[in-house]
């Protein structure tokens, strides 16, 4: 099993929990441990060309038939909280005016969701969005919710989702809310109301924090799940 990060500061805390280290020699940053038998970590960086040629590699370079793509994302909709798990049961990839939806598999999705639920987590199955850009504006958030009926938007899982064969590889995103529907992104701090825009940067970071624990307990469970053969 491969599992994808965007960032670094993303797989840290799964990093070490498993105290996993750097596969010598992969075209790419790839990390394994001895806890988690077949579990390979990688870091794709952020957005749409960094995701696509860093995935490509792995994927040739590794022969793993599951891939989970994980990470944060930013709620478009209303009733999805910091820390959230969200997993996506469509993947909808927009790139200017064009748009192409994916579905994933609805047994793999389901199986999840019922693991992480079990674990104690607050584990949503909704619709993903992957922009060019950030949507930093309740306004955007709530503007491209509407226009794709999406629950959730992040910049790098549809076109990982778009190029990769879904007959050699099972394919899972699981994602973490760390801005909710009516929160302002920090770049965004000149468009937010004064009393808002002064309290952005301490409300952001303990999200950040939040959410990347939220997300470091989901991917654990579902190493558990994948040792268990439950998918």
């Known amino acids: 099993m491969i599992i994808s990060f965007a960032l670094e500061n993303e797989f840290k805390g799964v990093k070490e929990f498993y105290s996993a280290e750097r596969i010598q020699g992969a075209p790419l940053k790839a990390y394994?441990?001895?806890?988690?038998d077949n579990v390979k970590f990688i870091?794709?960086?952020?957005?749409?060309?960094?995701?696509?040629?860093?995935?490509?590699?792995?994927l040739k370079y590794f022969n793993d038939d599951i891939l989970v793509i994980s990470g944060t994302c930013g709620a478009l909709k209303p009733g999805l909280n910091i820390g959230d798990i969200v997993i996506y049961k469509q993947s909808i990839?927009?790139?200017?005016?064009?748009?192409?939806?994916?579905?994933?598999?609805?047994?793999?999705?389901?199986?999840?969701?019922?693991?992480?639920k079990k674990a104690g987590l607050v584990a949503h199955i909704g619709v993903g969005l992957t922009t060019e850009k950030p949507l930093y504006s309740?306004?955007?958030?709530?503007?491209?919710?509407?226009?794709?009926?999406?629950?959730?938007?992040d910049m790098e899982s549809g076109i990982i989702f778009s190029f990769t064969n879904k007959k050699q590889r099972k394919i899972m995103i699981v994602r973490s809310v760390l801005d909710r529907v009516f929160d302002y992104l920090p770049d965004a701090d000149i468009n937010a109301p004064?009393?808002?825009?002064?309290?952005?940067?301490?409300?952001?970071?303990?999200?950040?924090e939040y959410s990347l624990d939220s997300m470091k307990k989901a991917v654990i469970e579902l190493i558990n799940l994948?040792?268990?053969?439950?998918?």
């Open 43 to 58: 870091i794709s960086g952020v957005g749409i060309k960094s995701a696509k040629d860093i995935i490509l590699k792995a």
């Open 93 to 116: 990839m927009v790139r200017g005016e064009r748009s192409s939806r994916y579905q994933l598999d609805k047994e793999l999705v389901k199986k999840c969701a019922e693991g992480l």
């Open 138 to 153: 309740p306004a955007e958030k709530q503007y491209y919710g509407s226009k794709y009926n999406a629950d959730v938007v």
């Open 32 to 36: 394994e441990t001895q806890r988690a």
């Open 194 to 208: 004064v009393p808002q825009a002064q309290g952005l940067g301490a409300h952001y970071y303990k999200a950040v």
């Open 226 to 231: 994948y040792k268990n053969n439950v998918f």
